[in-house]
Every structure is written in C-alpha cells, then in structure tokens.
C-alpha cells in the first residue's frame, strides 16, 4: 500500500516533495525491518542522487534512516557516516540517538559514543 501511495505521490508531486520523501522513509525502513538492507539503501540513494536539488541541501532524515538501515545491518562504519551526514545537516537530538532501538547496534561503539558526546554540548548550546 505504501508503494502505491509513493507511486500516486512522486507523480502528482515530484520524487523530491516532502510526503514523497517521507513516504519513501517508511517504504525503504519497511524493507530494513524484513532484511532486505540493499534494496533499503539503493531506494534512499535514488532520493541523495538528487543533492544538488535545493529542496534536499539541508535534509538530515534521508542520512539519518540511512543510519538505521546500516546499523541494522551491522555495517557500522556506515551506519556512523550516515549519522555524521546527518548532524552535518541539522540533526542534533543526542537523546534521541540514544534512545532509538534502530541504532542500538552502535551503542558500544567508541565511535558512536564520541558522537553523541560531541552533539550533547552542541545541542545544550542551541537552546
């Protein structure tokens, strides 16, 4: 049902609207949760395939969900670029990271802890 709704809205809206997008999130994440982490991340990058598009520059939840498709997938290195991508554009809610089951796989990483170390103070900063 979701991939009909996706096919209805990228065209009547475009693949880079925002409920396209969302949509597609839900799709791709769908996928994760059934194994199927290839075909999860190739249906993310055909929205990244698009960065240059003003609507994306400064969008975090594609990378973000990329993260969690990663990480389930125990490809950690990934999983914690793709987080990188993310806070590089916007995303800053440490407690969030922390709390997300999809991430859980990444939480005895050195790496990952330095993350969400580094983004605690930027994000108390924000406020």
């Known amino acids: 049902m979701a991939r009909k709704t996706l096919e209805v809205q990228i065209r009547t809206q475009g693949l880079l609207h925002t409920d ?3 949509t597609r999130r839900q799709v791709a994440m769908a996928m994760a949760h059934s194994h199927r982490y290839d075909e999860a991340i ?3 990058r ?3 395939a698009k960065e240059n598009d003003p609507a994306l520059s ?3 939840a ?3 969900a990329l993260a969690c498709v990663a ?3 125990n490809r950690s290195h990934d999983a914690l ?3 990188h991508d993310a806070i590089d554009r916007g995303f800053n809610d440490a407690d969030f990271i922390m709390a997300d089951d999809d991430l859980k796989p990444l939480r005895d990483n ?3 802890q330095k993350l969400v170390a580094q983004l605690r103070p930027a994000a108390a900063s924000a406020h």
């Open 20 to 22: 396209s997008i969302d």
């Open 42 to 44: 190739d249906f993310f």
């Open 46 to 48: 055909e929205v990244l």
């Open 58 to 60: 400064n969008r975090w």
């Open 62 to 64: 594609i990378r973000y």
């Open 71 to 73: 990480a389930a997938d």
């Open 81 to 83: 670029q793709y987080l």
């Open 110 to 112: 050195s790496d990952f």
